[in-house]
């Protein structure tokens, strides 16, 4: 085919990039090339290159999605490997001024080929030196890789290196057309010192990639042991289950969607690589944080006067350099600051996508009137046929992808979506993903595809065998606390079966989440003989729980917030309401009883079992308070708007807590009638706008509950 002409290529080439990997989740790139290959193309979309993604995301915990800044196009794998003469139709209709890959087998399989098809420039990007980099792992395959990436320089008009190092190892290659593109960081703001309550040494890298395992292996086996008891030692990234043991002295988070957050709240950056290749984003990463770091030699190649901005040494001086710059605030903030200048100078996608176009430009214009490019050889493309081992290691993960579903929320109480509007999942589902991903590197198990979505889209609720994985969307840090706490404390109840805690994480940089054991048993059936009663014995059992116990719960306090103004009924039913209480309020508060309150006690959270004691899930609500909210949270939804009968209720209440602490006091009407009218003001702040079908049956009840609170009409 005729190369293209030269007028479109002047102002800016059209690119197409043909990139496969497994460091995507939708959009968000976890490893080192991802993020090279998505921020670069991103800015050069954007400084007017017409770029294509042509993605094959082999990442089986990732999905497709439509929330790229520059046009993506995702490919099978069978068109990438099995069937590449589909990828000829795209290139067609793209017809790029310049087809770039990085995969070194696919490249020398048919990059030259697919280029001149469509008329099109080759440009191979060479992260690293392949074949130096097995050799320091000690990976047979060294010598195989040096063949194929003097291969695939060979087949390409032009070379893209990060470092002048790899220039060197692609001209040694045979390359002659080679162009350095340093990696970048997107800078943003200024960092904002943020105060901490304990030192934070943190690594972020792919653990999957051998040398940062190494490195993490170091951390835990040399650095840790030889820090300050109370520095903690924070790793970043995805990791395989075989470093779950290292977490006695890491804490190991999985990977994060706003690092940024992360590393601005750290104390000193490390990067401990005894070897590697290419150019190390995460250095740019901590630098761009205002984080002063310290490394090794190997983890600042390519990037320009190390001794400014960082303490480069070996790794045996390596523990002594990190405690000392943990002791010298001044010295840490100098580093910080002059790395961050770099950055802000040198170091930007933005410098760096120009400098790209201008390679583009020059490769392309030798193409139109001097193809270097040679097909290699048929020895080169045997030995290309071989998958990268990455690629072998990942085809052998799972398949299954999670999905949403949505409950029947049932009359009135419920934590679940009745509608399809999945806007905040939507936006949320990279954030989600990650927190997903992390905990199951935590727990070294795979959930189920389905995963509930909760009342409001304010959590999701993922299923394994064993296992219930919460990620909370709307005030994670609060609710995933104050669920930890009460799981904790109620697990101290007589005669009902909690969930353990597995693993929770409510640290910034991704959205909170908790795991737990998963309960057996059912939900109890308002038409089964004898599930009323058990329903109040199990609010007697978690009113018992000793205040001693406390300590760590956080204060429970139904909050009511003032609604605007409407003319609905109800609206005039709320502001009913919040009349009664401004009236009833200063005399109800001084008949609380404090003690542990579940704060959504309802049949939906309570699962009974052959044999067993009836289990308690939903602990998000809980905290210290008065016990009279959960028995107005019974009452209402069980009875009031349900079908049981709240005597019994209040009857089996009472006998079960006179049975575990004979000195107990019996439910007093008058004070339930308080409870239950802020229990009715409370659903109607939000069920106005969420759940009308709910608002309008408060609404109806609403004389009743006045009449409660005045005292002529009976609760007990």
Request: glycine share 8%.
């Amino acid at each position: 085919m005729t190369a293209h002409p030269w007028s479109a290529v002047e102002s800016a080439p059209t690119v197409a990039v043909l990139f496969d990997t497994a460091g995507f989740l939708r959009t968000l790139p976890i490893t080192g090339a991802a993020a090279r290959t998505a921020r670069l193309n991103q800015w050069l979309h954007h400084h007017g290159a017409d770029t294509t993604l042509l993605l094959c995301d082999l990442n089986p915990d990732s999905r497709p999605s439509g929330a790229w800044p520059l046009p993506v196009r995702y490919l099978p794998y069978e068109s990438v490997y099995e069937h590449p003469q589909r990828l000829r139709l795209h290139l067609a209709e793209l017809a790029p001024d310049v087809l770039v890959m990085s995969n070194t087998q696919l490249t020398v399989r048919y990059g030259r080929e697919l280029a001149d098809s469509a008329g099109s420039a080759l440009i191979y990007e060479l992260h690293d030196d392949e074949a130096a980099l097995l050799c320091s792992i000690g990976d047979e395959g060294h010598d195989d890789a040096a063949v194929l990436q003097a291969a695939a320089c060979a087949a390409a008009d032009g070379v893209i290196t990060f470092t002048e190092r790899d220039a060197t190892t692609a001209r040694a290659l045979g390359a002659t057309a080679v162009h350095v593109v340093p990696c970048g960081v997107d800078p943003g703001p200024p960092p904002i010192p943020q105060p901490g309550t304990a030192a934070r040494v943190v690594f972020v890298g792919n653990m999957y990639y051998e040398p940062n395992r190494r490195a993490v292996q170091w951390l835990h086996d040399v650095l840790a042991p030889a820090l300050p008891n109370g520095v903690v030692i924070e790793i970043i990234g995805r990791y395989p289950s075989s470093l779950r043991a290292l977490a006695d002295r890491l804490r190991l988070r999985g990977p994060v969607r706003d690092l940024r957050t992360v590393l601005e709240t750290a104390t000193v950056a490390v990067a401990p690589l005894d070897t590697g290749a290419g150019m190390k984003l995460k250095v740019l990463d901590y630098l761009a944080a205002g984080l002063p770091v310290v490394g090794t030699a190997e983890a600042f190649v390519g990037i320009g006067e190390p001794e400014q901005w960082a303490v480069e040494t070996g790794l045996a001086e390596l523990p002594e350099q990190v405690d000392a710059l943990l002791h010298d605030e001044v010295r840490r903030r100098r580093l910080g600051k002059q790395g961050r200048r770099l950055v802000e100078q040198r170091y930007s996608w933005s410098t760096h996508a120009s400098n790209a176009r201008a390679a583009y430009r020059a490769i392309a214009e030798q193409y139109r009137t001097h193809p270097r490019g040679t097909p290699p050889g048929a020895a080169a493309r045997e030995l290309a046929a071989t998958p990268p081992y990455w690629l072998r290691e990942w085809r052998s993960r799972r398949t299954t992808r999670p999905t949403t579903t949505h409950k029947d929320p049932g009359r009135g109480m419920s934590d679940y979506t009745t509608g399809n509007d999945d806007s905040i999942v939507g936006e949320l589902a990279e954030d989600i993903d990650c927190a997903r991903v992390a905990a199951e590197a935590a727990l070294d198990l795979k959930f189920t595809e389905n995963a509930i979505v909760g009342y409001g889209q304010r959590s999701m609720v993922f299923l394994a065998e064993t296992a219930v994985l919460k990620v909370y969307t709307d005030r994670g840090q609060e609710r995933a606390s104050r669920e930890s706490a009460g799981l904790r404390v109620a697990a101290h109840a007589a005669d009902l079966c909690i969930p353990d805690v597995l693993a929770h994480d409510e640290m910034p940089g991704h959205l909170s989440w908790l795991a737990c054991t998963r309960l057996a048993g059912t939900q109890p059936a308002p038409d089964v003989e004898n599930t009323t009663p058990i329903l109040g014995q199990v609010a007697a059992r978690l009113h018992t729980l000793p205040t001693h116990r406390f300590d760590e719960l956080t204060g429970h306090r139904r909050r009511l917030r003032e609604l605007p103004d409407g003319a609905t009924l109800p609206h005039q039913a709320a502001r009913q309401l919040d009349a009664a209480l401004a009236e009833m309020a200063p005399l109800a508060e001084q008949h609380c009883t404090r003690g542990f309150v579940h704060g959504d006690c309802s049949s939906r959270n309570v699962l009974l079992a052959d044999g067993q004691s009836p289990g308690v899930i939903d602990f998000e609500g809980s905290g210290s308070g008065c016990c009279y909210d959960d028995l107005a949270a019974l009452v209402l939804h069980e009875s009031l708007l349900g079908p049981r009968d709240r005597h019994a209720l209040l009857d089996a209440y009472d006998t079960e807590r006179r049975r575990l602490d004979p000195a107990a006091a019996a439910v007093r009407g008058e004070h339930l009638a308080y409870h239950l009218v802020i229990r009715a003001r409370w659903i109607m702040q939000w069920a106005i706008d969420l759940d009308p079908d709910l608002a309008a049956e408060i609404t109806e009840l609403t004389p009743w509950l006045l009449t409660a609170l005045a005292g002529t009409e009976e609760v007990r």
